[in-house]
């Protein structure tokens, strides 16, 4: 098998298992009323060490709060008095009680963890406020602070689709898209993606890309598939940016190009999409739109296999072979770099307004 031959393997053996991954906890836990239109960790997408574990990787103030930035596609904290907001939560305010769920869930020092975080999403859920309703959704397709139940998700986030919601339409799509819960339909998942990527959801925008690009549940279209993942890979999103990549190297939709494949796919990688991380690796390791690095590509498919995606471990002995004992233990703790770099943006990533 040539080397075309072998990458283009990886690329559609990787696109079926980062779609079918753990991109739900990537359409974040909304703060507010404004739409969710935020980058998801994709979708379907990426190894996610925070699927069972919602504990804090990512140091924030301890009097802090989060509000929607970059017109509600990312997630900023700001100061606030968080026994001010106690009280108003205790009150019944119900966004008051979605943030408190936010601190709980972000914020240490506080005493508070994931169980307190769902908690104060359900208070808020149960009265109607459909921005906890998609969070509490989110918990429980985690298993964040309860056992995982993905009926449960279903119903909130058909409470919070009524209003609305995009996050709601994203994480519908998504539950029908691999059968969470429901039984697999795509098609019914194409009608939640559209309406989810309408708004402006670059998660659901890469799904959507992904539904065309394999013509699931609507008719194969490579040229949509292009224009869905390029939209969501624009907004940031690793998945979209992963998928755009295969869309060069594969030639379809668009010119064949490895060097924009290497540039989209550094920029998935840079975010911890592991797929995208062994990608660049290979084509770092043959030099294939980009310099001939063995140094780093041993660093990005080490990087994944840390990350528990193992699929590039095949070309981890050759790599390791080309480096020198001082380069090797480098380039291994840099893959440990990256890796805990990863593990913070996703949390940061899962948790958009």
Known sequence: MNRFS??????FTAALTLLTGSTITAQALAHDGSPNTGKPNTVPNTVDDTKNDASNHWDVHPSACFFAADHGKTLSEAPCDVRALQVSAKQGQVHAQNQLGLVSALVTGQGTDIRQARSWFEKAARRGYSPAQVNLAVTYINGWGTQQNYGAALNWLNAAAKQGHPSAYANLGMLYMNGWGVRRDYAEAFKYLQLAANASDAGAQA??????????????????????????????????QNNLADLYLRGEGLRQSYEEAARWFEKAARQGNTGARIKLGFLLMHGLGTGKDPFAAYSWILAASKAGDHRGDEYLPALQASLDQQKLAQATQHAFSLQQQSAQANVRTSLLP
């Open 207 to 240: 799904n959507l890309g992904y539904l065309y690009d394999g013509g699931l549940g609507v008719g194969q279209d490579y040229s949509a598939a292009v224009k869905w993942y390029r939209l969501a890979a624009e907004n940031g999103n690793a998945l979209g």
């Open 6 to 11: 072998s990458l283009l393997s990886l690329i």
